[in-house]
T-cell receptor, first 114, second 115 residues
Framework: GNSVTQMEGPVTLSEEAFLTINCTYT??????LFWYVQYPGEGLQLLLKATKADDKGSNKGFEATYRKETTSFHLEKGSVQVSDSAVYFC?????????????FGEGTQLTVNP | AAGVIQSPRHLIKEKRETATLKCYPI?????VYWYQQGPGQDPQFLISFYEKMQSDKGSIPDRFSAQQFSDYHSELNMSSLELGDSALYFC??????????????FGPGTRLTVL
């Protein structure tokens, strides 16, 4: 079946530090990949997505590139801010094998200190 | 812009009681999804509906049922509640049927506590 594995958290950084959150996936089809962010007490918000190999999703300074050869979709940001503190979920949907349902990774708690 | 609306936002029930969660998708969205997120866990897919018909089913217990109505809102009915049902329940909606690449817009969630 499909699965998503994220780097273990939590992650604590100082403001303006470089962020990487690793995400790898297993899928039998050709999935679309997503990063969602969840702020405390709120729902999930789509941060960025990529639908085919070598696509780069980007939003609010965050980037992730769909790497089919390494089955990865790592999230990066060059300079984090305190307001980026949240839980980040990597997710996939695989239309061929599981329709449009989202399969999530375990989530990574990010805390950015001033 | 209109977002996904869920009600109630918080719900407290006793064991063996029933609960009904409601979801109002973004206008003109035709697909609704339900997810369950336990404490400190990732969201797990429960069930989805496209054009008022069940389109996919995940790890939804037999004690739970759901439907989508003619106005596209959806309800998740939960019976014989157990302590382990305590979780955040998210509804999401999208506008492209069964397309796997379409963004799902999530509501704020209903936090269910079973005592």
């Amino acid at each position: 079946g499909n699965s998503v594995t994220q780097m273990e958290g939590p992650v604590t950084l100082s403001e303006e530090a470089f962020l990487t959150i690793n995400c790898t996936y297993t899928a039998t089809g050709y999935p679309s990949l997503f990063w969602y962010v969840q702020y405390p007490g709120e729902g999930l918000q789509l941060l960025l997505k990529a639908t085919k190999a070598d696509d780069k999703g980007s939003n609010k300074g965050f980037e992730a590139t769909y790497r089919k050869e390494t089955t990865s979709f790592h999230l990066e940001k060059g300079s984090v801010q305190v307001s980026d503190s949240a839980v980040y979920f990597c997710a996939l949907s695989d239309r061929e094998t599981s329709g449009s349902r989202l399969t999530f990774g375990e989530g990574t708690q990010l805390t950015v200190n001033p | 812009a209109a977002g996904v609306i869920q009600s109630p936002r918080h719900l407290i029930k006793e064991k063996r009681e029933t609960a009904t969660l409601k979801c109002y998708p973004i206008p003109r969205h035709d697909t609704v999804y339900w997810y369950q997120q336990g404490p400190g866990q990732d969201p797990q897919f429960l069930i989805s509906f496209y054009e008022k018909m069940q389109s996919d089913k995940g790890s939804i217990p037999d004690r739970f049922s759901a439907q989508q109505f003619s106005d596209y809102h959806s309800e998740l009915n939960m019976s014989s509640l157990e302590l382990g049902d305590s979780a955040l329940y998210f509804c999401a909606s999208s506008s492209a049927g069964t397309s796997g690449s379409t963004e799902q817009f999530f509501g704020p969630g209903t936090r269910l506590t079973v005592l």
